[in-house]
């Protein structure tokens, strides 16, 4: 305790730091108070049915990214998502178009075209989902509505499309001038935000519900979360290098003598990234009950996907997860281009001939790595199924695992380790004795 009392006054004792953290807490607090802002025309009285509609299933995933401004009609209800979808389209157009491809390899200047790119991209998503949204809300909340429907809907969507800018504008002066990564940032508040009505919800449910278990079962459920997040936390760290030796061993069964070396290779290079590109493919079914409202073998199976606690739903899900850890992997980490710039740096690994044989050996070590951290990765997704299967609240439920998980503890890593940079740069001790914090470089 007196440990983190002192850590408290050295954090307050920079100047900078100290800024940077109350700067960050007053754009925290301006995105908060605008999720409760309604869009003007709106009856909030009357959002009854669209709150249920978010409750459950996985427009509760989008609600809870949104930090709830999603169920409230808010200006902010599109949130963030619409960038973090022109983001992901805007990495795989680097790896398939050459002119984006040049770009990358212009170093600042062409950071700054694709970040422009990505934001006439994510104007352009906005534009198309506001409208989507704005007609899912007339389905739900007609009453809601007090304007002209057409009036409503094109000025509605102006503003959807400018407060998720605005929100965008937030995060960036959060990167800027604030701590940490701002984007992330703000799609951990929107999750954390969800988190104590959640609690309470479960906590009640354990003790009036006649299967609930009492407390003995409540705290059986905080294990098995701090359990969790654990696995997450090991997860988020595993980027460390691969030493040679270990490497080796796995692909042709021996070691090398000598002093350990490393190879820049990482455990989970796809980080969260497969869990957000499966997570997006997996709102399709939920889209299609919708078109196969008349009954039927159809609209029962794609029920079936869109219960994320079913085992269709789940075993789909880790499927593609897998799949797109393998493909996230390979457009990341490009074996032939590491097998250049070893031998462009005079490098070598012993025993590998240079060029194609190192890129070959590199391409195998990866194929060998990337498939328990897919595995690991995928359990960690599906844990909220699992926390269903013991009764677990469905909002409570989105905490065992899956992105909105690992998206906080890796944003906190991330923030912890950067304020103990601030305090070792003007050798304090660092936040803790045991040693450096490890954070993973955002995905964002």
């Not at 493909?327 to 060029?355: C, H, L, S, W």
């Not at 989105?398 to 890593?413: E, N, R």
Request: proline residues 3%; glycine residues 10%; contains cysteine.
């Amino acid at each position: 305790m007196k440990k983190f009392i002192k850590t408290l006054k050295n954090i307050w004792a920079i100047e900078d730091l100290r800024m940077r953290i109350l700067i960050t807490l007053g754009f925290a607090a301006i995105y908060r108070f605008g999720s409760f802002i309604v869009l003007p025309g709106i009856n909030p009285e009357h959002l009854t049915a669209l709150r249920e509609q978010t409750s459950e299933g996985l427009m509760s995933l989008l609600n809870m990214f949104s930090g709830g401004a999603f169920s409230n009609a808010s200006i902010f209800a599109l949130g963030i998502m619409p960038y973090i979808s022109a983001s992901i389209v805007i990495q795989l157009l680097a790896v398939a178009v050459p002119y984006f491809q040049k770009m990358q390899r212009e170093g600042e200047s062409g950071r700054r075209k694709i970040n422009q790119y990505t934001r006439y991209l994510t104007i352009v998503v906005l534009l198309f989902q506001g409208p989507f949204y704005l007609m899912n809300l007339h389905a739900q909340a007609a009453g809601a509505i007090m304007t002209d429907w057409t009036l409503f809907l094109i000025s509605s969507t102006i503003i959807l499309a400018a407060g998720s800018m605005f929100v965008l504008w937030l995060g960036e002066r959060i990167t800027d001038r604030g701590i940490g990564n701002g984007v992330s940032l703000i799609i951990m508040l929107g999750i954390i935000a969800r988190l104590p009505q959640a609690f309470g919800q479960e906590l009640v449910s354990r003790f009036t519900a006649l299967t609930g278990g009492g407390l003995v079962m409540f705290l059986i459920e905080i294990i098995l979360l701090f359990a969790v997040v654990l696995a997450s936390i090991l997860l988020v760290q595993g980027t460390r290098k691969v030493p040679v030796q270990y490497a080796q061993r796995m692909v042709k069964g021996q070691a090398i003598g000598g002093a350990r070396q490393y190879i820049p290779l990482k455990l989970f290079a796809a980080n969260v990234m497969p869990i957000i590109f499966a997570q997006a493919i997996m709102f399709i079914p939920a889209t299609l009950v919708g078109f196969f409202s008349d009954g039927g073998a159809s609209t029962g199976f794609a029920m079936l996907l869109s219960d994320y606690t079913s085992w269709a739903y789940n075993l789909l899900f880790a499927i593609l997860i897998i799949a797109f850890t393998y493909f996230y992997t390979a457009i990341t980490m490009n074996p032939v281009q590491m097998a250049e710039d070893i031998k462009r740096n005079n490098g070598f690994i012993p025993g590998v001939r240079p060029g194609k044989d190192t890129a070959n050996y590199l391409d195998d070590i990866m194929s060998h790595i990337t498939l328990p951290g897919s595995i690991f990765l995928a359990i960690i997704a599906c844990m909220p199924a699992f926390a269903g299967l013991l009764n677990v609240q469905q909002a409570f439920a989105h905490f065992f695992g899956g992105t909105s998980l690992l998206i906080l503890v890796g944003v906190v890593l991330d923030t912890l380790q950067q304020i103990e940079s601030h305090l070792l740069m003007r050798h304090y001790d660092g936040l803790l004795s045991s040693g450096r914090i490890h954070g993973r470089v955002s995905a964002y």
